[in-house]
């Protein structure tokens, strides 16, 4: 396979262009050519060239959750093309074409992907099929209905005719207003463990990332923040630093104090060397701490009701047997591989930007508005990206803001503005620490007869551009989801507080799932060990969603839930419901040397409705499963005296090592539903079934995270 790089290749959108990469794909497969003008091109979303190459544009950055490949699937299977021949492309930020259909603009999130775009780029597929049977059956004098397509092939008895050979006649003809789709037992693509099309490039070192990209004379830049946020530079003494060989200059910047250099290395030296003194005067100088204090008092009353049914204090009041539990979750860095980073540079009157953005629109016109430059003389190279977890999508494109007021302060040629990892783990827009207090009681009969859970949180939406959506009522449902929908009793209450704080939080891999969940699987394992009750047969007695109830019976059906554990080791089970998926987790441990819960093995059961590609999906559960234990075991930023965190590279923000990683055994439910998320609702369960595992081999609930604070045994 070639060198995959960034074309040259694009056009004009009403706000901006978009300049993307083609994406060969097969052991013999070459870089697709730059063209000016695709010869059939019947939607925004197909280009057939006379080569025979299909082109597929995505409109959702690909940074390695897989939506080239689902989304190109979707296309080649209506179209019946051959997988071979299929590209794909990154399409331009223009949100009338290109929007995530569930927000309204371009972007990528909220594992929506395939979900927002199953119809839009099947039909795109099915149109341009359906121009090019009616072209082969023009130029042969045959019924349309009697031509078939398979394999790229367009064929009529003897006839037969490539895709790229028809292309010229199909660019004549007229859309079809409702191209006619193709049903689930056609399908030759979709349900197949068809290769991703970036896997040779992305292990072969071929694939470009942000961080690879060089343009001519290039200016290296390095940013150093306040420590504590809200901070202000009040001073800076920059002598050591310009003495740095290599290094070109030093900007003071809204942001912080940059250092520019001839390459990264002189800027982050020089960067080091910087004496600033801050003005800290209105900054966040609460400890982690002091916010869990703050906030365990919060949850301690009603909040803002998000649900009640019947009255769960006199029912926890009256209660045979009661269990009370206050969880802490808290402050978490996305921490993808890749930090953030950005290349800028003018050429003439003409604005380029690389980077793998997660809201291209948004992103775009954020440093167009810094810079002062009209979107249509804006070009945005979108590149593939490392990792994001959420990171990469803030409300106010801060990172975006940030290079291009870099630039603006350098005003010249091309400027690479990288993040160390000391920017990234320090630099706010984390998970929000979270407490939530939870009472629960049993009858004489062992039914679960009350149910009172409070949450105290920030809320990333309150105080941005979101804030409307976010916010409804004055309840942030992203700080109690699935609280309420998971299990009903007769007495439930469940509220919230919204809690101020001065440090910038944003969503984090499946959102408020990842503390609700726990918090809930957790405590319910508990009361059902308390009332006698087998944690898989009480929860099935439970749940009401016969979705819900399968992926439980297939995860205990596959882990062999009942037999027996090997000596020293011990199972627990959870089940969460998110982004439309249903998700249920075993998980076997023993205690490692380090006191700590040794991982030995996770068994998932995942219903997310059609499964488009199987591989992508068995991909995304251990994905999930590794990036949640490892934050649940060892992660979290702590804020110390003053505000500042504590945490700095992965030495002290810990990740699961490759040796930590358990195996993985995940079954996919057959579903005829339509497809649901799958790159956040695989994380949820990991956390409490580990937990749940650990209090049945140590008696310890662990009701502090991560593991290494609250579980040890």
């Known amino acids: 396979m070639n060198a995959i790089t960034p074309t040259r290749r694009g056009f004009i959108a009403s706000t901006g262009l978009v300049l993307g990469m083609a994406l060969p794909m097969g052991k013999a497969a070459k870089a697709a050519p730059a063209q000016a003008a695709a010869p059939f091109a019947p939607n925004a979303f197909v280009r057939v060239s006379p080569d025979n190459l299909v082109t597929v544009i995505i409109k959702h950055v690909e940074f390695g959750q897989g939506p080239a490949t689902g989304l190109a699937t979707l296309v080649a299977e209506e179209m019946d093309a051959d997988w071979g021949q299929i590209r794909v492309e990154m399409a331009p930020a223009n949100d009338p074409l290109y929007k995530n259909l569930f927000f309204g603009t371009m972007g990528t999130g909220g594992s929506s992907a395939i979900a927002n775009s199953w119809m839009q780029m099947r039909s795109a597929g099915a149109s341009a099929k359906a121009m090019l049977v009616e072209a082969a059956a023009k130029r042969w004098s045959v019924p ?41 037992d056609q399908f030759v693509l979709i349900g197949k463990d068809t290769p991703k099309v970036d896997s040779v490039a992305k292990t072969d070192g071929t694939a470009i990332f942000t961080m690879d990209i060089q343009r001519p004379d290039m200016v290296h830049s390095a940013i150093v923040h306040p420590p504590a946020f809200g901070g202000t530079v009040k001073d800076v003494k920059d002598a050591a630093a310009l003495a740095v060989p290599g290094v070109l200059g030093v900007k003071t910047i809204p942001q912080g104090v940059v250092v520019y250099g001839v390459n990264g290395y002189a800027a982050r030296k020089g960067a080091s060397l910087l004496d600033v003194s801050w003005d800290l005067s209105k900054a966040e100088k609460r400890s982690s701490d002091d916010l869990y204090a703050t906030f365990a008092e919060k949850s301690e009353e009603p909040g803002k009701q998000v649900e009640k049914t019947g009255d769960a204090k006199a029912a926890f009041k009256a209660a045979t047997l009661r269990l009370e539990a206050v969880y802490q979750f808290p402050f978490l860095a996305h921490a993808p591989m890749e930090p953030l980073d950005a290349v800028i540079e003018m050429q003439g009157d ?76 320090r630099g706010g827009r984390y998970r929000p620490l979270t407490v939530h207090t939870v009472r629960g ?16 949180s920030q809320s990333f939406f309150q105080g941005t551009p979101m804030e409307p959506m976010g916010i409804k009522d004055g309840i942030d449902d992203s700080l109690t989801e699935g609280i309420a929908d998971s299990y009903k009793f007769p007495n439930q209450y469940v509220g919230q507080h919204i809690m101020p704080g001065g440090v910038p939080t ?94 030995h093995k996770v068994w998932c059961a995942i219903d997310c409705g059609i499964a488009v590609n199987p591989n992508v999906i068995r991909a995304q559960m251990e994905s999930c499963i590794g990036y949640g234990l490892g934050h649940a075991l060892y992660a979290e930023v702590v804020l110390g005296p003053g505000g500042e965190v504590q945490q700095g590279n992965f030495d002290s923000y810990r990740s699961l090592r490759i040796g930590e990683m358990p195996d993985v055994e995940t079954a996919i439910i057959v579903s005829d539903k339509d497809p649901t998320g799958v790159g956040e609702p695989g994380l949820p369960p990991t956390a409490p079934a580990v937990a749940n595992a650990w209090r049945k081999l140590t008696g310890k609930a662990v009701r502090r995270l991560p593991f290494t604070i609250g579980g040890k045994a």
């Open 144 to 184: 349309a209905a009697e031509v078939k397509v398979a394999k790229g092939v367009v064929s009529h008895g003897t006839k037969k005719a490539s895709f790229g050979d028809l292309a010229s006649d199909a660019a004549m003809l007229k859309p079809p207003e409702k191209p006619v789709l193709k049903t689930a």
């Open 350 to 425: 003409q604005l380029h930007v690389w980077m793998g953005s997660q809201f291209q629109v948004g992103e775009l016109g954020a440093i167009c508005q810094t810079l002062g430059v009209p979107m249509n003389k804006a070009h945005l190279h979108e590149q593939f990206a490392g990792g994001s977890f959420g990171r990469r999508a803030t409300p106010f494109m801060e990172f975006a803001v940030e290079a291009a007021t870099v630039f603006k302060a350098w005003g010249k040629g091309a400027v690479k503005h990288v993040w160390t990892r000391e920017n990234d783990i």
């Open 441 to 456: 009681g049993l009858d004489a009969k062992g039914s679960i007869v009350a149910w009172d859970q409070v949450v105290a």
């Open 506 to 599: 944003l969503w984090w891999r499946s959102v408020g799932n990842t503390h609700t969940a726990y918090a809930v699987e957790t405590f319910l394992d508990q009361l059902l060990e308390m009332s006698g009750k087998d944690a898989v047969a009480g929860r099935l007695a439970l749940i009401a969603d016969d979705r819900m109830k399968a992926v439980v019976a297939k995860v205990a059906e596959i882990a062999g839930w009942g037999k027996k554990v090997p000596a020293g080791r011990a199972r627990g089970v959870a089940a969460w419901k998110s982004f439309g998926s249903y998700c249920a987790q075993i998980a076997e441990v023993s205690k490692g040397p380090d006191g700590l819960p040794k991982v």
